[in-house]
């Protein structure tokens, strides 16, 4: 449960980030919404990348145990 709440706090960070700092600059600049749609969507995929990020350290720190059914392999065909 504390994994899925660290990731999804990782990923609504992300984009209210992103959107914060798109709604300040549009302010700053006078160009309201544009830049702050770019930015939420810069958010949005930096989000995207922290969250694979760590769930791929999270694999590698916790990997499977030698004996587990990971799922078909290339090799497995059903007759």
Do not use: H
Not at 24 to 45: C, E, H, K, S
Request: glycine share 12%; charged share 20%.
């Amino acid at each position: 449960m504390g994994r899925a709440v660290r990731l999804g706090s990782e990923f609504i960070a992300a984009i209210l980030v992103g959107a914060g700092l798109g709604y300040l600059l549009d302010q700053w600049l006078g160009t309201r919404p544009w830049i702050m749609l770019i930015m939420l969507l810069v958010g949005f995929a930096a989000g995207v990348l922290n969250v694979v990020r760590s769930t791929a350290e999270m694999n590698r720190a916790n990997p499977a145990p030698q004996d587990a059914d990971l799922g078909p392999e290339d090799d497995d065909e059903d007759k």
